[in-house]
């Protein structure tokens, strides 16, 4: 039974190179880099191997700005609470937006209840946030900017070198969630002017479990977890050094093929932006037109409800993401979709559809039939649809 | 997520459907995660004759809407009046703990729809639908956070597991 995955932003596969290097890697049972003898040396080589590919992948000065980690919520959290405690003699503020993950949300409340203020800036109807509003946030007590570099909800992209500009400027440390972007978009640290970022391996098809963080020399940064001087000191702990040699070949595959990738995910996304039309009608798309991600789409389709669509769907062998209250777990409407302006009907019917390179047009059609007939069905039993033909025929 | 019966329920949904010249019509709606549900029932000889629902929500929600048309379909409405949202839950052999508290609103829709038909022949109007207001469990049934779906005391307005607000829901 094949299964169309339309929910990279969920799981995506280990590429095949990837698979490779690191069986390779359990299969020569490498020691630990942190040892001096000729087996830890060994071992030490291909972890630093790994870094370098990481390293040129954001385009950063040294390998030594790279920190492997066990994935991106815990770079966020190293990013923000390494940062507040590293910094609180110089003021308390931080800066961040309402569409965070969260990693990123949670972070800051725990910092909140440790006398910690902070300010979350909205977004506009696209779902952006203005570079301008964090300029105008910042006080002489604002120690940190913290602004996804990619919604995983929505795929907008944030105007984050224009940010960059201004926290320089101000001289405030500025951390960039840039986990559903690294290896899926062009980044340059440089370029962006942060000073630290955050990203996952499995984004780039390498192994869940494995993330790291960038930080900018001369950042002024605590550990999240103590203990040895692994990781230039920075994060300590013996290195998971299977996930990150399959990290380091997903980045190498990741730099290498960008522009392939690239234009074949944009390529399965307009398709589905030109075809959705002739197949359902009443749909908010709410991905920015112009600034997101080239493989994953926000839809809000109205008068049903996203995890029943995400089960029928299932039925069809189609796996799809929903944002849905109901199935979220927490039970309550996404609060991205809310900053957008959305109103908790609208937000119920909320599908997210994320491309991988494994996807093919013909995924994108068969998609398209089932959905058309899932959309159908539910709409027919939904009550809402029936007011609104009510209201028409009234 | 949810096993078979249910699952039988979401997929092949019992009685959808609208009755035009219903002779009661019970809607209920959850404002903490958007549910609805509207019930329309025919009524002869104080019995059930017909019933259909229509339904905004998620697969649990749908599953349950079916279900209470099924076990409602052709009793007495003495009879039908015992029937709690706890039976419907019974008779789709479970649902997971946090859909309890959220989808599990067929038996309110049932009575409402009930009442509906009662105010009419009473002659009673009221200005507004009749909607339930709060969560009511029947005696002993536990009760679970609709956030964490850690157990928690009736009647209280805040889970000490999550730190949730449970005010308006609970």
């Known amino acids: 039974m094949k299964v169309i995955n339309l929910d990279h932003i969920s799981a995506k596969p280990l590429l095949p190179e990837v698979k490779a290097v690191m069986i390779t890697a359990i299969e020569k049972d490498y020691h630990n880099p942190s040892s001096q003898h000729k087996s830890g040396e060994d071992a030490a080589g291909a972890l630093q191997t790994a870094r370098e590919a990481m390293a040129g992948l954001l385009n950063c000065k040294t390998p030594k700005e790279i920190v492997f980690t066990s994935g991106g919520t815990e770079s966020v959290n190293h990013a923000i609470k390494g940062v507040a405690l590293a910094n609180e003699d110089k003021g308390k503020h931080i800066i961040t937006s309402n569409i965070e993950h969260n990693a990123v949300i949670r972070s800051l409340r725990r910092l909140k209840s440790n006398g910690f203020a902070v300010t979350s800036l909205p977004v506009d109807a696209g779902g952006r946030v203005n570079p301008q509003d964090v300029a105008e946030a910042i006080t002489k007590d604002t120690i940190l900017v913290s602004i996804m570099h990619s919604n995983n909800e929505t795929g907008t992209i944030q105007p984050i070198e224009e940010i960059g500009k201004i926290t320089r400027e101000k001289k405030v440390i500025f951390h960039s969630d840039a986990v559903d972007s690294v290896g899926v978009v062009p980044m340059d640290v440089q370029q962006l002017g942060v000073d630290l970022l955050s990203f996952a391996a499995n984004t780039f098809y390498g192994p869940a479990g494995v993330g790291g963080l960038y930080i900018r020399r001369g950042t002024r940064i605590f550990p999240l977890l103590d203990g040895g001087v692994q990781e230039n000191n920075k994060r300590a702990g013996a290195e998971n050094l299977i996930g990150i040699i399959g990290t380091g070949k997903a980045a190498e595959l990741a730099l290498r093929h960008m522009d392939k990738r690239l234009m074949h995910l944009k390529a399965l996304k307009d398709h589905l932006l030109n075809e959705l039309p002739s197949h359902i009608d009443e749909y908010i798309i709410n991905t920015h037109p112009a600034y997101s991600l080239p493989n994953l789409m926000s839809i809000s389709i109205k008068y049903i409800e996203g995890e029943s669509v995400m089960l029928m769907l299932d039925d069809d062998n189609i796996a799809v993401s929903t944002r849905s209250a109901c199935a979220t777990g927490s039970l309550r409407a996404s609060h991205v979709l809310l900053s957008l302006g959305l109103s908790h009907a609208d937000a119920q019917g909320t599908l997210v559809i994320s491309f991988g390179i494994d996807n093919s047009k013909e995924d994108v059609d068969v998609f398209l039939k089932a959905l058309k007939n899932v959309v159908t069905t539910l709409r027919d039993i939904s009550p809402l649809y029936q007011k609104k033909a009510d209201k028409l025929g009234s | ?170």
């Open chain 2, 1 to 170: 997520m949810y096993n078979k019966t249910v699952m039988d329920h979401f997929r092949n949904p019992r009685n959808v459907g609208v009755i035009e010249d219903a002779d009661g019509i019970g809607e209920v709606g959850n404002p903490l995660c958007g549910d609805m549900m509207t019930i329309y029932l025919k009524i002869e000889n104080e019995h059930i004759a017909d019933i259909k629902f229509q339904t905004f929500g998620c697969g649990s929600a749908i599953a349950v809407s079916s279900m209470i048309t099924e076990i409602a379909k052709g009793k007495s409405l003495a009879d039908a009046k015992q029937i709690t949202n706890k039976d419907v839950a019974k008779a789709l052999e479970g649902l997971p703990k946090n859909k309890l508290h959220c989808s599990n609103l067929g038996a309110d829709a049932l009575q409402l729809a009930i009442q509906n038909y009662e105010d009419k022949l009473a002659g009673v109007t009221r200005p507004e639908p009749i909607r339930k207001q709060k969560h009511e469990h029947s005696h002993g049934e536990k009760c679970y956070c609709p956030y964490c779906d850690i157990e928690i005391q009736e009647g209280i307005t805040f889970c000490d597991a999550c730190q949730s607000s449970l005010e308006d829901e609970h």
